[in-house]
């Protein structure tokens, strides 16, 4: 990738299902990008997602994994984003009847509609004709917007919710373990839902907890691999409180672990307890060097030797 610094106004870029958007391309580092684009600021949409980078230059977002790159690119105000030459900026009544005019399926969903069989969204915040297209998104191959949202009940042998939770480093926390099989979680956990992926989907496969206040995500097996703590009044390792209540923050958990004797390793909105499994992120980076930010989730897996490496805080 070269340098590339065009003004909205100059912009015009064609979307490539399954390839990318204009200069942006699917797979791309987080590294490239930063290159490729500038100055920008990271944060989390939710407290176990990946980070999302937010451009100054060419107005995008763009979310990164660690494995496979870049797999989701958000324009808003997509003027001069087009799809098969249809302009995808302007008022959706517009928008719709070019696309139609020039042979593009366009499916409704819940915040707006969906062409090239998920891989491209248009959304709105409005249902009336004369609304404007509000942002556009592409998704790489895997990551297309199918499959549909599930609600289950609580498990047969789940308990009253948890206020506070106690993390087994390597092994789980609660009475959640890593390794269980989802049927086994569900059975033990309160009711919750899940995305329901179409085949050949590559988004983690995960339940959300509601009551439990937990997101637990299945490798392959439908094995829990990763547990997130996403709010309790505590979430205790050693009797230190990983997760406390704002005014205090990550600078002060930092503080209490190393004096624990804690080996600690820093990441990009986050710290990891060395070889333990369990990482501590905040929604964002610190902007200043005193990286006091509230504690947004605790995360639990396996321990590794190398699970410094993912500069997100999460695989």
């Given at each position: 990738?070269?340098?590339?610094?065009?003004?909205?106004s100059?912009?015009?870029?064609?979307i490539?299902?399954g390839?990318?958007?204009?200069?942006?391309?699917?797979?791309?580092?987080?590294?490239?990008?930063h290159?490729l684009?500038?100055?920008?600021?990271?944060?989390?949409?939710?407290p176990?997602?990946d980070?999302?980078?937010?451009?100054?230059?060419?107005?995008?977002?763009?979310?990164?994994?660690?494995?496979?790159?870049?797999?989701l690119?958000?324009?808003p105000?997509?003027?001069?984003?087009?799809?098969?030459?249809?302009?995808?900026?302007?008022?959706?009544m517009?928008?719709?009847?070019?696309?139609r005019?020039?042979?593009?399926?366009v499916?409704?969903?819940?915040?707006?509609?969906?062409l090239?069989d998920?891989?491209?969204g248009?959304?709105?915040?409005?249902?009336?004709?004369?609304?404007?297209?509000?942002?556009?998104?592409?998704?790489?191959?895997?990551?297309?917007?199918?499959?549909?949202?599930?609600?289950?009940?609580?498990?047969?042998?789940?308990?009253?919710?948890?206020?506070?939770?106690?993390?087994?480093?390597?092994a789980g926390v609660?009475?959640v373990?890593?390794?269980?099989h989802?049927?086994?979680v569900?059975?033990?956990?309160?009711?919750?839902?899940?995305w329901?992926?179409?085949?050949?989907?590559?988004?983690?496969?995960?339940?959300?907890f509601r009551?439990?206040?937990?997101v637990?995500?299945?490798?392959?097996?439908?094995l829990?691999?990763?547990?997130?703590?996403?709010k309790?009044?505590?979430?205790l390792?050693?009797?230190?409180?990983l997760?406390?209540?704002?005014?205090?923050?990550?600078?002060?958990v930092?503080q209490?672990?190393a004096?624990a004797?804690?080996?600690?390793?820093e990441?990009?909105a986050?710290?990891?307890?060395?070889?333990?499994?369990?990482?501590?992120?905040?929604?964002?980076?610190?902007?200043s060097?005193?990286g006091r930010l509230p504690?947004?989730c605790?995360?639990?897996?396996?321990?590794?030797?190398?699970s410094?490496?993912?500069q997100?805080?999460?695989?």
């Amino acid at each position: 990738m070269t340098a590339y610094d065009p003004g909205v106004s100059e912009r015009s870029w064609e979307i490539e299902p399954g390839c990318g958007v204009g200069p942006l391309r699917f797979g791309a580092s987080r590294a490239e990008l930063h290159a490729l684009l500038g100055s920008h600021r990271a944060f989390r949409r939710s407290p176990a997602s990946d980070l999302t980078d937010q451009y100054e230059t060419g107005m995008v977002m763009l979310t990164c994994s660690d494995d496979e790159g870049l797999h989701l690119i958000e324009i808003p105000d997509p003027d001069g984003v087009h799809y098969f030459g249809v302009q995808l900026g302007g008022t959706v009544m517009t928008v719709l009847s070019d696309l139609r005019a020039a042979g593009i399926e366009v499916t409704a969903d819940d915040s707006g509609w969906l062409l090239a069989d998920g891989a491209v969204g248009l959304y709105t915040s409005s249902s009336e004709q004369d609304a404007q297209v509000e942002v556009v998104t592409a998704v790489g191959p895997g990551h297309e917007m199918r499959g549909q949202i599930v609600f289950f009940e609580a498990g047969a042998d789940a308990m009253p919710t948890m206020s506070s939770y106690v993390v087994t480093p390597g092994a789980g926390v609660g009475p959640v373990m890593l390794g269980q099989h989802r049927d086994e979680v569900r059975r033990r956990l309160n009711g919750g839902l899940c995305w329901q992926h179409a085949a050949g989907s590559r988004e983690p496969v995960e339940d959300s907890f509601r009551d439990d206040r937990l997101v637990v995500r299945y490798g392959p097996g439908l094995l829990a691999d990763r547990i997130f703590v996403t709010k309790a009044d505590a979430v205790l390792l050693n009797g230190i409180n990983l997760m406390p209540a704002y005014p205090l923050t990550i600078e002060d958990v930092r503080q209490l672990l190393a004096q624990a004797g804690h080996p600690l390793i820093e990441l990009e909105a986050a710290i990891e307890i060395a070889d333990a499994g369990v990482q501590i992120l905040t929604m964002r980076p610190s902007p200043s060097s005193d990286g006091r930010l509230p504690v947004a989730c605790v995360a639990i897996s396996a321990r590794t030797a190398s699970s410094g490496a993912s500069q997100a805080g999460l695989w």
